[in-house]
């Protein structure tokens, strides 16, 4: 069976920080058989300039690596502009598709984490630094997204819950 690693950007969401400040974040989908990934599915949701920390740190930890380009940060950009918010979707899905394709940014446990985590990024640091009390494998298993949106994974969850109707089985 040939690997495969499938990611997504869909779903972009407007957050507000606060009465003048607002971002949007996405949806970021990974589906793989790879051996590489701890979890096989996950979902979790990021912005923009966490893309622009992960780049760099890919950057400095794969100095011989020419890493894909990121969409360009556009000073007028536009969280209304449809067209503007699809073009960087998929300027973010071809990066990580991109940067999913080569081992040697595999190795690179910020990147599981980010795809993988909903850990902020100082968390991210921390923990890829080993200065938590957690390693990379227990915080994807911890801290993974609980926004699945994976149909089969729904369906069999659905069918052990008709097999135990007991208490132990809640929706996660």
Not at 11 to 32: A, C, M, N, V
Not at 49 to 69: G, K, M, T
Not at 82 to 111: C, K
Request: with cysteine; aromatic share 12%.
């Amino acid at each position: 069976l040939q690997e495969f690693v499938n990611v997504w950007v869909r779903d972009p969401r407007i957050q507000k920080e606060d009465f003048w400040h607002s971002y949007i974040d996405y949806e970021i989908g990974l589906h793989t058989n790879s051996m590489c990934f701890r979890k096989k599915t996950s979902c979790v949701r990021r912005r923009y300039s966490e893309f622009v920390w992960l780049r760099q740190r890919l950057q400095n930890n794969a100095l011989l690596i020419d890493l894909p380009e990121l969409p360009s940060r556009n000073p007028f950009f536009s969280l209304n502009n449809t067209q503007q918010i699809e073009q960087r979707m998929e300027g973010l899905r071809i990066f990580l598709e991109n940067i999913s394709q080569n081992t040697l940014l595999l190795s690179d446990s910020r990147l599981h984490l980010f795809l993988q985590s909903q850990l902020s990024i100082a968390s991210i640091e921390a923990c890829a630094s080993g200065q938590t009390k957690y390693t990379v494998a227990e915080a994807i298993q911890r801290f993974s997204g609980t926004n699945r949106r994976f149909p089969l994974e729904e369906e069999e969850y659905e069918d052990k819950c008709k097999a135990y109707s007991d208490s132990d089985c809640e929706r996660y």
